[in-house]
């Protein structure tokens, strides 16, 4: 097998064991006792120590010895012999071999699974709902000012996929409220409103990196289920994520109103906002379940995806079917209400918070917590297996 240092590996394996040749520098390294198949890989890249906590790798420290200690792909262990004469100056931190993102000890990741070894570029279901629970562990040990940073940062993100709603879906004159009442089309003002903004905003999220509430539901749910966090640490990345959503919508409110972006734009953010308002506290609730549920499938489907191409589109469809619906998302909500207010409009804090804000921030955790990650949990988890070992336990004894 050689090794490429970021452009690829092509398979040289012999019947003594696997053979490594760098294209660029020539280490050789023999590996000895690995009994596993030669892979054709292609997709070495150049990773730091922290992206790391087992996989091959070589750093210049490393390099400067004739023999080290490698720790092998998916886990193996094997002697490499390190030619540190073959031409090689300074490599940095390079794998020898397609590298293992960090995961807990004994964890295989999905995603490199799929890639590096099915030639895959979309994880099957169950390796979903493994990448997101393991997602939640990871995100639960973010330090405090990281999170902050990245929940912050996708209220901004959700303000500008709204605005992007708003002010170009929102000022067709098919809109209700915008044209004459002959120009009216639901249908096609629906279309344009929820094809880009909120799609837009939602990839952002993903591939920049920012962490939002509604998201947070299902992995830190998912990573429960799995033990890899407690009740706590859930609550506690539930609290920081709501709160740092909202404190990054208004903040951008402000700043569009700053901007004076809705100023005689603002037919139809008022008129949402007040539609809102006019719905039940039990109809807000069962539409947040819908919003969320579409928002976790699009959270599993962009998990799913190993390509910004494939991330884009499964964020796309399900993202852009609740806008156009109509659900109730409570991190948008926080946003709209506030814009209205920075607008001029009359809203209680009583309307905003008991009739919309709670009763949406509820299903939506239903909606990725339970909907999604629960269903999954109970298709591809660990509880199953836990429940019907501790049956057959209690069957044995009787």
């Avoid at 003594?16 to 040749?21: A, E, P, S």
């Avoid at 409220?177 to 909120?198: R, S, W």
């Avoid at 799609?199 to 749910?221: D, H, K, N, Q, W």
Wanted: net charge neutral; proline share 3%; with cysteine.
């Amino acid at each position: 097998m050689t090794v490429g240092n970021g452009t690829g590996i092509s398979n040289g394996a012999n019947g003594d064991g696997d053979d490594f040749r760098s294209h660029e520098s020539g280490i050789k390294v023999e590996l000895g006792g690995i009994e596993a198949e030669a892979q054709d890989i292609q997709n070495a890249r150049i990773y730091h120590d922290h992206h790391f906590e087992h996989g091959i790798r070589v750093t210049a420290d490393e390099a400067t010895g004739p023999s080290r200690k490698a720790t092998g792909m998916l886990g193996m262990r094997a002697s490499a012999n390190i030619d540190a004469n073959a031409g090689v100056k300074s490599i940095g931190a390079v794998s020898l071999g397609t590298p293992m993102p960090k995961w807990p000890a004994g964890h295989q990741s999905a995603a490199f699974e799929a890639v590096a070894v099915k030639k895959s570029f979309i994880l099957s279901p169950a390796e979903i709902y493994a990448e997101c629970a393991h997602h939640g562990e990871e995100k639960s040990k973010f330090p405090w000012y990281k999170i902050w940073t990245l929940t912050i940062i996708a209220g901004c993100y959700v303000g500008f996929g709204y605005s992007t709603c708003l002010l170009i879906g929102g000022n067709l004159k098919q809109a209700p409220g915008v044209g004459n009442e002959t120009d009216y089309n639901y249908g096609l003002f629906k279309l344009v409103y929820g094809a880009v903004g909120f799609p837009f905003g939602f990839t952002t999220i993903v591939v920049c990196g920012a962490e939002l509430y509604t998201s947070l539901c299902a992995y830190m749910t998912a990573a429960w289920w799995e033990g890899k966090v407690g009740i706590l640490d859930v609550l506690r990345m539930l609290a920081i994520s709501w709160t740092g959503n909202f404190i990054g919508c208004a903040l951008m409110a402000g700043l569009l109103k700053a901007g004076e972006v809705f100023d005689h734009k603002d037919t139809t953010l008022l008129r949402q906002v007040h539609d809102k308002l006019s719905h039940g506290w039990g109809a807000v609730l069962v539409k947040g379940i819908f919003a969320n549920w579409l928002v976790g499938i699009a959270t599993w489907m962009a998990n799913a995806a190993q390509d910004l191409t494939g991330k884009a589109v499964g964020i796309w469809l399900p993202i852009s079917a609740f806008a156009m619906i109509g659900f109730e998302h409570c991190i948008a909500n926080m946003f709209l209400f506030v814009v209205a207010w920075c607008q001029g409009d009359y809203i209680t804090a009583k309307q905003f918070i008991w009739h919309n804000l709670i009763p949406s921030t509820l299903g939506n955790y239903i909606g990725g917590g339970i909907c999604l990650a629960t269903v999954y949990a109970i298709a591809f988890g660990s509880p199953p297996r836990k429940l019907g070992n501790w049956i057959d336990k209690k069957l044995k004894r009787n």
